[in-house]
Structures are given as C-alpha cells and as structure tokens.
C-alpha cells in the first residue's frame, strides 16, 4: 500500500544519522561558545582590574582627571619625552586645520 517497508526504515535511519550529525555540530558549537565567552570574561576582568588599579593610583596621589602623571612615579608607558610631546602638538595642529 505505502511501499515497501524497506525504504521507510532505509529513511528513518538515514534522517537518524541527519539528526546525530546536527547534535555533535551543536554540541560542538556550543562548546567553541563557552571557550569564547570564557576567554571573554577573563579580558574582562583582567581589564577591569587594571582599572581598578589606576583609579586607586589616581585616589592615592589626589588626581581624578587622569591627566597628570604620579609626582617622582611613572605611568603606563612612561611620560612622554620633549621631542613626543613636540610630534604630539604637530599632530594636533594638523587634526585641526592649523598649518605652521
């Protein structure tokens, strides 16, 4: 009536493998996921400690704005030298229009 019984089991085991398939995909997927978002968390947190640790610099030598360095301290990357701090105001003018 339907056909043989021979194709529909040949079907069924074929759509079986189809759906075993999608699941070690999905499962693997889903663990390349929770690596990423694991990976994420851990930048995360490694840079809001390091904010962390900044702002308690800038509290402890009374700077909140950030902008001047630690009296006798370095900051991240050092201050900058006469001959960078010369380069940066040329970069400046020029972003704003003002030719030399």
Known sequence: MFGSTKKFEQRVKSLEES?????????QLDLEWVNAYG?????????????????SRHSETGTADGDSPPPGGNTIGGPMSAHQKQV???ILRRRAGITQ
Not at 19 to 27: I, K, P
């Open 39 to 55: 990976k994420f968390r851990k930048i995360a947190s490694r840079i809001s400690h390091d904010q962390d640790v900044i702002d």
């Open 88 to 90: 940066q105001q040329q």
């Open 19 to 27: 759906l075993g398939r999608l699941e070690r995909a999905f499962q």
